[in-house]
């Protein structure tokens, strides 16, 4: 597959993990346990979202902002397995962890984006 299709499909497993991010991070601040079939949900596309964006860029021959976009989207993951961590051990992960995730996800989410519309340069 080219480099825009993965990176468009990406996109279109990113948008639903982020709503049922928001969803989950709204259960939490209400003091809930999101359902273990949504935080499955989530991951399983944001997951995909990020093996699709890591395709992409490792067939890039050189090293731009994409790459460093996709950087900020694995460190991301990494701090979700560390939310899930808490959920596996039956504790309610740190709001603060959560409000971190979330934002940072979203703003890893806006500058694919606008990679994509070129308005961040290669």
């Not at 273990?36 to 399983?44: A, D, E, P, Q, R």
């Not at 979700?80 to 309610?92: A, P």
Request: proline letters at 6%.
């Amino acid at each position: 597959m080219s480099f825009e299709t993965l990176i468009y499909i990406a996109i279109g497993l990113f948008v639903p993990a982020a709503a049922a991010g928001a969803t989950m991070a709204i259960l939490h601040w209400r003091a809930r346990v999101p359902p273990w079939k949504l935080t499955i949900l989530h991951g399983l596309l944001a997951l995909g979202g990020l093996a699709n964006l890591l395709t992409a860029v490792a067939g890039r021959s050189t090293i731009g902002s994409i790459h460093a976009i996709a950087l900020l989207f694995v460190l991301i993951a990494l701090g979700g397995i560390i939310v899930v961590s808490f959920h596996v051990r039956r504790r309610r992960p740190p709001l603060p962890l959560i409000a971190i995730h979330g934002t940072g996800a979203v703003t890893a989410f806006v500058l694919l984006v606008l990679y994509v519309l070129h308005v961040i340069p290669e």
